[in-house]
Structures are given as C-alpha cells and as structure tokens.
Nanobody, 128 residues
Framework: VQLQASGGGSVQTGGSLRLSCAAS????????MAWFRQAPGKEREFVAG????????????DYADSVKGRFSVSRDNAKSTVYLQMNSLKPEDTADYHC??????????????????WGQGTLVTVSS
C-alpha cells in the first residue's frame, strides 16, 4: 500500500486549502484514514479521521477540537482518495500534514501507532 499526499501550500490567515491522500495497492474495502500534523518543535498530533465500513455502507468522522468546525474530511472511494478541506486557517495550523491508513481497524483512533501506512508530508504554512 502506498499513500500519496498533496495539496499543501502557503496561505494567509483565513484562507483555505484542500489536502488529498490517494491510496494505491491492496487497501481493502473498509478502512480508517486519518490526518496527523507536526509543527516544528512540537509533537505529532491527530487532526481528523474518517472510517468507511463497506458492508454497512457506513462512514464516520472525528476531529480534533482545535479544527472542529473549520476542517472537513471526506472520501471518494472510486478514486481511493480521502480529502481534508481546511477553511479559516490560522497560523497555528502551520505544520507538516501526513495521511495515515489503518486497513484493519473500524474505529478511528487518535493514536499514530495504530496506523500501518503513512504518506509523505505535505507542508501547510499559514501567515498572519
């Protein structure tokens, strides 16, 4: 399995960006995909996650309190891609963003070690 993250860039406060994470390989029909970020000098933190259980045709999402109401995670199963729409960006959102995939889990975990596959980072810079 490979994950390809893209969409990062530089924006001003209040701006928007959409990150994409495209998966290839044997990802399975059910999965949990999450976004984590790491700012310079800080620990990696959970941002948002999405679960998809194909047998139930059920999807759930979870968001860190710091991004709730501003960020939205969505999926396009036909494209094997998960998106992170980021609105009302703040300077504190500046970080390297990584997508991560759990092909065995059904519950969104905020613990990075639960994820088996990771994409390369895509840098988001928000200036004031």
């Amino acid at each position: 399995v490979q994950l390809q993250a893209s969409g990062g860039g530089s924006v001003q406060t209040g701006g928007s960006l959409r990150l994409s994470c495209a998966a290839s390989g044997r990802t399975g029909s059910s999965y949990v995909m999450a976004w984590f970020r790491q700012a310079p000098g800080k620990e990696r933190e959970f941002v948002a996650g999405l679960s998809w259980i194909s047998s139930w045709r059920s999807s759930m999402t979870d968001y860190a309190d710091s991004v709730k109401g501003r960020f939205s995670v969505s999926r396009d199963n036909a494209k094997s891609t998960v998106y992170l729409q980021m609105n009302s960006l703040k300077p504190e959102d500046t970080a390297d963003y990584h997508c991560a995939l759990d092909t065995a889990g059904r519950v969104i975990s905020r613990i990075a070690d639960r994820y088996h596959y990771w994409g390369q980072g895509t840098l988001v810079t928000v200036s004031s």
